[in-house]
């Protein structure tokens, strides 16, 4: 999946805000249903900074700086520093910015039962923490098994965090000595990562129109576009019988190197078939 730039705003987002979070046959074939998984990683790496601790056991200092110090590409120290850190501090003033760091870290690991019991307890101590919204919401739809009896409830409580995290994300404040730009960024990146799981989430029901809306917005400002989201799109516009919108979402798609190409071009030709087909207005 080729999301350098978006994820780099998406880390972005997560450094600059981790402060304040620390301290405060339907419309798709059943074939269509099952984008890829695993070479979909989120673009969520939050890097919680680290708060005032002057006032903290100097033991319980050390240890949170070391998890704190440990590098976003590194999740397996990340996991173990962070999981050690809980277990003996476990009501430490920095649950919270643990719980949120180490829910990108269990998706890096592609654990998901771990990754949602975080979340649940980052999320108990701060509701507001757009990261664990954003990064969750996400993670649930491309995570979709139809066969799991809790799947309409994910996507329910995915499509939840997802509106919640766009609400929220116009009023963030900016931190002190983070230039406008680099907050902007993040928060596009946040936004249209929110959408995308939209997008995906509407999709999973079936919902074609619904679909098309988040992943126009999703991809009106990716950098370095999802291939996946492409894919989603012009399945959509397909349903929706736009022929000629579905064939350009194709297209695109396969002109990004991966495991798509194939898929979409065939999808490219299918489109392009039935747009040439359709009665000229």
Known sequence: MNVPSLRSGIRILGILLAGSLALAPGLFAQQEQQPPKKDAPAKVAPAPALPD?????????????????????????????GEQFLQKYPNSRYSQPVYSRLVAAYNEKQDL????????????????????????????????DPNDMDADRRLDKAEKYEKKALELLPTLPKPDGTSDEQFAKGKVAA???????????????????????????????????????????????????????????????????????????????????????????
Not at 119 to 132: I, Q, R
Request: charged fraction near 25%.
């Open 53 to 81: 601790t002057s006032s903290v056991d100097p033991d319980e200092q050390a240890a949170y700086k070391a998890f704190y110090d440990t590098k976003l590409e590194d999740p397996d120290r990340q996991i173990k520093l």
């Open 113 to 144: 039962t771990k990754l949602y019991a975080a979340a649940d307890k980052a999320l108990a101590l701060n509701p507001n923490d757009v990261h664990v919204l954003v990064l969750v919401g996400w993670v649930i739809p491309h995570s979709y």
């Open 191 to 281: 936004e249209s990562q929110a959408h995308s799981a939209l997008g995906l989430i509407y999709f999973r029901r079936q919902d074609a129109a619904n679909s098309v809306s988040e992943m126009q917005k999703a991809l009106a400002s990716q950098a370095n576009p999802d291939p996946v989201d492409f894919y989603v799109l012009g399945v959509g516009d397909f349903a929706l019988k736009h022929y000629g919108d579905a064939a350009d979402a194709f297209h695109k798609c396969a002109q990004i190197p991966g495991p798509m190409q194939d898929r979409c071009k065939t999808k490219e030709a299918d489109a392009k078939k039935l747009a040439a087909s359709q009665p000229k207005p």
